[in-house]
């Protein structure tokens, strides 16, 4: 079955750097998209990047992008994202997904909790 | 950037009874409209794409409608288990502006 699991959340300092990665299973990685998408403390969700299954096209949205690069190591069924000058608005809990037809989120991980404060 | 609003905030259901939830676009996304259900501590689950289909696994007494602009969740028979917030995503914008919800929560009434 489709697993999606994700590490390297931790408590880091504004203007601080931190990379999440996510280790994907039970499905052939190099055929989907994949996606970043957070979820602050007691909000909504907010989608942040996705990938080709090629590693192109990439998008971010407007409230990451130039501070956040994702990207994805086919040979190794990995996702990744570089988050560089974090701000206290970053804090969340990032989930992985796979993004079926770069449309909607088919599969989700369980998340990695990022907490930006000083 | 495409803004969807959800209503209402909060649905108070008894169990076996009928869900309706709403979700609206600010500019039409066609059919592009996908629907999730998030309990707490989880992370969410696809329910509804392409603003009508169900996701795999997912039980028959939950549907999606409607296109452009106005769309709807209907939950039939509400069980224990679906009591949640539940979230509509648009995928219309390109280049993409993927946008969510506020989210509605469905209650025990």
């Known amino acids: 079955q489709v697993q999606l699991v994700e590490s390297g959340g931790d408590l880091v300092k504004p203007g601080g750097s931190l990379r999440l990665s996510c280790a994907a299973s039970g499905f052939t990685f190099t055929n989907y998209y994949m996606s970043w998408v957070r979820q602050a403390p007691g909000k909504g969700l907010e989608w942040v990047s996705y990938i080709g299954s090629g590693g192109s096209p990439i998008f971010y949205a407007d409230s990451v992008r130039g501070r956040f690069t994702i990207s994805r190591d086919n040979a190794n069924n990995s996702l990744y994202l570089q988050m560089d000058s974090l701000r206290a608005e970053d804090t969340a809990v990032y989930y992985c997904a796979r993004w079926d037809f770069g449309d909607y989120a088919a599969y989700w991980g369980e998340g990695t909790l990022v907490t930006v404060s000083s | 950037e495409i803004v969807m609003t959800q209503s209402p905030a909060t649905l108070s259901v008894s169990p076996g009874e009928r869900a309706t939830l709403s979700c609206r676009a600010s500019?039409?996304?066609?059919?592009?409209l996908a629907w999730y259900q998030q309990k707490p501590g989880q992370a969410p689950r696809l329910l509804i794409y392409s603003a009508s289909t169900r996701a795999t696994g997912i039980p028959a007494r939950f549907s999606g409608s409607g296109s452009g602009t106005e769309f709807t969740l209907t939950i039939r028979s509400l069980q224990s288990d679906d009591f949640a917030i539940y979230y509509c995503q648009q995928y219309h914008d390109w280049p993409p502006k993927i946008t969510f919800g506020q989210g509605t929560k469905v209650e025990i009434k």
């Open positions: 500019q039409s996304v066609s059919s592009n």
